[in-house]
């Protein structure tokens, strides 16, 4: 089965540093994701891409945030200056069309641990 | 987005079956409802999804009433390693999608 793959699986910053996390979604899917999940908390939604740009974005994504499609299969969320409440668990996700009845495919997660 | 409520936690035996209800009164036209599971330290893995009555795939079954204010999900004879999260979310088209995910219903199995 296709699946959505993370980098790297932990990452460890001190508070002001920038992170980038990366995600390869599934191959031929063409809307991306990313979440992320405090721990202990709910999954919250960050934003949506399609066509290089933003679709939609939560109140979380802020300034700080941004994302990327790099390379032509790699999806990045950067956080610019890390803050201790970033420190979560980040899942990217993708699915084929941007319609109401498709599947998300979550990928495994990028443990975040601002210091 | 319809706001979804369901129980926080339930507690099973092996080879029981379990069902899940949650309520999402405000529920549109346009929205499916999907349950996901989640184990720990796992991204959230798609269960099933329906739009109205009864879907079953090889893992579990939805029942969703005629006036879709509320959905049921159903896994027949639960084992050790469904001890998960599961949740059930309203998903609507907005040319993205955005997805809101409760709280969810934390699901024990035990011996």
């Known amino acids: 089965e296709p699946e959505v793959t993370q980098t790297p699986s932990h990452q460890v910053t001190q508070m002001g540093q920038e992170v980038i996390l990366r995600c390869v979604p599934i191959s031929n899917h063409l809307y991306f994701y990313w979440y992320r999940q405090i721990l202990g908390q709910k999954v919250e939604f960050l934003v949506s891409?399609?066509?290089?740009?933003?679709?939609?974005k939560s109140e979380i994504f802020d300034d700080q945030f941004s994302v990327e499609r790099t390379d032509g299969s790699t999806f990045t969320l950067k956080i610019r200056s890390t803050k201790l409440e970033d420190s979560a668990m980040y899942f990217c996700?993708?699915?084929?069309?941007?319609?109401?009845?498709?599947?998300?495919?979550f990928g495994p997660g990028t443990r975040l641990l601002v210091l | 987005l319809a706001k979804t409520t369901q129980p926080i936690s339930m507690d099973s035996y092996e080879g029981q079956e379990v069902n899940i209800t949650c309520s999402h009164n405000n529920i549109a036209t346009n929205d499916y409802i999907t349950w996901y599971q989640q184990f720990p330290s796992q991204g959230p893995r798609f269960i099933i999804q329906g739009y109205k009555t009864k879907v079953t795939n090889e893992v579990a079954s939805l029942f969703i009433p005629a006036d879709r204010k509320s959905s049921t999900l159903s896994l027949p004879r639960v084992s050790l390693s469904d001890t998960a999260v599961y949740y059930c979310?309203?998903?609507?088209?907005?040319?993205?999608?955005?997805?809101?995910f409760g709280a969810g219903t934390r699901l024990f199995v035990k011996a």
């Open positions: 996700a993708s699915t084929l069309t941007g319609t109401s009845e498709e599947t998300q495919y």
């Open positions: 891409f399609y066509n290089n740009e933003i679709s939609e």
């Open positions: 979310l309203v998903v609507r088209n907005t040319g993205g999608f955005k997805t809101i």
